[in-house]
C-alpha cells in the first residue's frame, strides 16, 4: 500500500514563497509520474502540476506558471512543489497524488488518473 504524506503547507503572506514536499512510503515511485492538486474552500479539486517519472516533463497549470515549479527526487521517494509570489487566490489544500499507470503520462491532468492520494496539507496566502 502506498502512502503519501504532504508537509510545508502553513500561512505565508501574499507576495512569499512556500515549498511543499510529498513523501512517499510503500513503494517505490520512481516508476511513476506524481501530481500536485489543489481544493480551495466550496470548489472542485483543481490540476496545479505534475512531473514524469524520471523528471525529465513537467506540467504546470496556467494559473501558476510562472511561479510554481514540480521537482522530485527518487533517492529521496520525494516530491516537491515550490511556489512563488503566492497570491490570496491561491489559498486551498494542496494534495499529492501518484498516477496509476507505471511509465505513463496519460492524462496527466486528470484526478481520475492517480490511484494514490495524500492527506493534503493546507496553504493560507493572506493579503
Known amino acids: 500500500q502506498v502512502q503519501l504524506v504532504e508537509s510545508g503547507g502553513g500561512l505565508v503572506q501574499a507576495g512569499g514563497s512556500l515549498r511543499l514536499s510529498c513523501a512517499a512510503s510503500g513503494r517505490t515511485l520512481s516508476s511513476y509520474a506524481m501530481g500536485w492538486f489543489r481544493q480551495a474552500r466550496g470548489k472542485e479539486r483543481e490540476f496545479v502540476a505534475a512531473i514524469s517519472w524520471n523528471g525529465g516533463f513537467a506540467s504546470t497549470a496556467d494559473s501558476v506558471k510562472g511561479r510554481f515549479t514540480v521537482s522530485r527526487d527518487n533517492a529521496k521517494n520525494t516530491v516537491y512543489l515550490q511556489m512563488n509570489s503566492l497570491k490570496t487566490e491561491d489559498t486551498a489544500v494542496y494534495y499529492c497524488?501518484?498516477?496509476?499507470?507505471?511509465?505513463?503520462?496519460?492524462?496527466?491532468?486528470?484526478?481520475?488518473?492517480?490511484?494514490?492520494w495524500g492527506q493534503g496539507t493546507q496553504v493560507t496566502v493572506s493579503s
Open positions: 497524488a501518484a498516477h496509476r499507470q507505471a511509465y505513463s503520462l496519460g492524462r496527466i491532468r486528470a484526478l481520475s488518473e492517480y490511484a494514490y
